[in-house]
């Protein structure tokens, strides 16, 4: 028998999402869940609490390395019915409906209430800002994050 992998795959990504979008009163696209995914592993990057996940280098480049895991995850969350899709002028909106709600409810690991309470700070640190605002911050700090790692010489 061979082990599952659940790290980096389409259902990690999903209950991340998941919880993402239960902190999100009208829901939200694929783009800002890509940006919210990375932020709420990596708050201390950004002046938060300290995060989640170990520091790696160069982590700055998983925001858009998700991407495609983002989308396999919300075909997943759809497909189980734990979250509505609308479409509009402005492309796909994603929300968590009740059964999304109540599966989150079976949750109840210490990760995941620290996760939890990443996500509350991410939400209440960057949910104001569009997705244009947060594509503009992570632009500018993205070589930052995971920069430690670089040795001066590496950095010349």
């Not at 902190?23 to 694929?30: I, L």
Request: charged fraction near 25%.
């Amino acid at each position: 028998m061979q082990p599952v992998k659940l790290y980096n795959t389409p259902v990690e990504i999903a209950i991340r999402c998941l919880l993402n979008l239960n902190f999100s009163d009208d829901g939200t696209d694929a783009e800002r869940l890509m940006f919210f995914d990375y932020l709420c592993l990596n708050t201390a990057d950004v002046g938060g609490p300290a995060s989640i996940h170990p520091p790696i280098p160069n982590r700055g480049i998983q925001i858009f390395g998700r991407k495609e895991l983002i989308k396999k995850a919300l075909v997943l969350l759809l497909s189980k019915e734990l979250i509505d899709v609308s479409a509009s002028e402005k492309g796909f909106n994603y929300i968590i409906n009740q059964s999304g709600k109540k599966f989150l409810d079976f949750f109840h690991t210490q990760y995941f209430n620290e996760l939890k309470e990443r996500i509350n700070w991410t939400q209440q640190y960057f949910g104001e800002m569009s997705n244009a605002q947060m594509r503009e911050f992570i632009d500018i700090n993205l070589e930052k994050w995971g920069g430690e790692f670089l040795s001066d010489q590496t950095r010349d």
